[in-house]
């Protein structure tokens, strides 16, 4: 017995997670309740150690950890974690190989020359936004059939809009075939915007130098926006198109669960029945947590939480004329985004026999 654990605890993925934002604290705290990946350093600019503990013990959305980290002088520490704290600005200057670091999560959405990434010393590095530049884009249960560990080392696991239109869309699409769509994301506010009016806001993830409309107050308004979400989704599965798809996107104020309300027009006709009970069966076959069909009256915080990609909402789904659909999808952008993400890199590292 002995014998099997010094194996597994030898062959164990050691990563390190940079950035520790949303999705960066939502990787951190399923990591530490699943117990299968072993997150040994956190690379973060914040350098008050005290308040990286604090932030990770308390959250305003998702509550309170039961097992507190307390702060130390270079890591931070609880009954059965410790994590070393790094404040390197550029990933080039970690010492991964010293620290021997497998594998980085980088939740940081800053963009990294992906060349530069590919010479770092860990094995694969996960991204946690969409980058054409990277050696694949993947979403769970959609494409990461085909990844290969000789081809792939750097990693986009795509956005959370796109992990959530896309295991409805494929299924749509595989059984009917899509002709048209129009999607519209509703999507809760985010840290970069601002709780009153104030001057326009850049986001170099969208190549925008001064969005307008997000620089008005997230707190007060409904505000309009352009959305990656088809673009995203077009890297992992190339047959969704803006050529034939619309999109745009709300920002409304709640701290989490978006939504996306979608109309395709198909080749082949249907009914409501028998799309629902579609979706039905394809919720009792899959074998990661997909797509879940909600069926009871419910808001958006009843759905934070849920793991799943995508949360189908039968009070509306509709078919017009048996050739048009109408969906309403629920996800949490943070928790089941991170969710997805987690269990996308632990399927991965099964396929090489690690220790996950």
Sequence with gaps: MLLIILKATILKNRILLNGLGRIGKAILRIALRDKSLEIVAINELNKNIKNIAYCLNY?????????????????????????EILNYSNLE???????NIDIVIDASGSKNEITTLKKLYPKLIFLTHPNKDADINMVLGINDQLFDFEKHKVISTSSCNATALLPVFKLIDDNYKVASADVTTIHPLLSHQKTLDCQCIGDQNRDINCNFEFGRSATQNIIPS????????NLVYPLIDSSFI???????????????NIVLNINKNTTKDELVERFIDYEKNQTTKLIYNNFEPLVSSDFKGIEFASIVDHRFSEVINFNMIKLVIWYDNERGYSSSVVELIKNILKRKNYAV
């Design 59 to 83: 959250d305003s959305t998702y509550g309170t950890i039961e097992d507190k980290f307390e702060a130390h002088k270079s890591y931070i520490k609880n009954n059965d974690t410790k994590i």
């Design 246 to 260: 619309s999109s745009n996107s709300f920002r409304v104020p709640t701290s989490v669960v978006g939504a996306i």
């Design 226 to 233: 352009k959305t990656t979400t088809v673009k995203a989704a």
């Design 93 to 99: 200057d970690i010492d991964f190989e010293g620290r």
